[in-house]
């Protein structure tokens, strides 16, 4: 079964400063994953995804993150954020289809919120 | 207009009442699923559905029903609700992954949520 821990529940930063959210998983197959942004009273959408390939992901709003096989992580970061990337993010893992009953759906963690001041 | 749209947005209820929450999308897709979100615990599978005949318990199904009346609608009935079951509820959408490559994801697109509370 897959996991997945996201190591910070909330992180301030000042705008234009560069943030790190930190997303480790745990799997004994390959595994896909994601970062989703919630922002204030909405609905969750995707910010990026890793499915093979280069292990550095570009995804909107600047923000970009690595996946690094060997420490089981995916952290996103961000070089200067602004006051509108305030929201809570949440990283997400998927198995292969099939395997172990999971059928292919999605595992979140258990969301940072990030929290942006002037 | 939205793709994922929920009924109600917020509701308030009473213990031991029957609640209805709807789901609909105009994606065309085949999937939908039903997830329930509570502070400091992230998001939940409750109940998934790969088609309209093809319904399946999540991780926290307990307590919970579902129906899928068409490919558009999917809804999730709390039979007798309980205080704990007092959260935010999100419907998604996505696509079948086709063709057997376990490569292609297709995204999972979120509606705008319901708040239930349970006094």
């Known amino acids: 079964a897959q996991s997945v821990t996201q190591l910070d529940s909330q992180v301030p930063v000042f705008e234009e400063a560069p943030v790190e959210l930190r997303c480790n998983y745990s799997s004994s197959v390959s595994v896909y994953l994601f970062w989703y942004v919630q922002y204030p009273n909405q609905g969750l959408q995707l910010l990026l995804k890793y499915l093979s390939g280069s292990t550095l992901v570009k995804g909107i709003n600047g923000f970009e993150a690595e996946f690094n096989k060997s420490q089981t992580s995916f952290h996103l970061r961000k070089p200067s954020v602004h006051i509108s990337d305030t929201a809570e993010y949440f990283c997400?893992?998927?198995?292969?289809?099939?395997?172990?009953?999971?059928?292919?759906?999605?595992?979140f963690g258990k969301g940072t919120k990030l929290s942006v001041k002037p | 207009d939205a793709d994922v749209t929920q009924t109600p947005r917020n509701r308030i209820t009473k213990t031991g009442k029957r609640i209805m929450l709807e789901c609909s999308q105009t994606k065309g897709h085949d999937r939908m699923y039903w997830y329930r979100q509570d502070p400091g615990l992230g998001l939940r599978l409750i109940y998934y559905?790969?088609?309209?005949?093809?319904?399946n318990k999540g991780e926290i199904s307990d307590g919970y029903s579902v129906s899928r009346q068409a490919q558009a609608k999917f809804s999730l009935s709390l039979e007798s609700a309980i205080p704990n079951q007092t959260a935010l509820y999100f419907c998604?959408?996505?696509?079948?992954?086709?063709?057997?490559?376990?490569?292609?994801?297709?995204?999972?697109?979120f509606g705008p949520g319901t708040r239930l509370t349970v006094l």
């Open positions: 997400a893992v998927r198995g292969p289809l099939n395997y172990g009953g999971s059928q292919g759906n999605l595992i």
């Open positions: 998604a959408t996505s696509d079948m992954t086709s063709g057997g490559a376990d490569r292609t994801y297709n995204e999972q697109f």
């Open positions: 559905s790969f088609d309209v005949k093809d319904i």
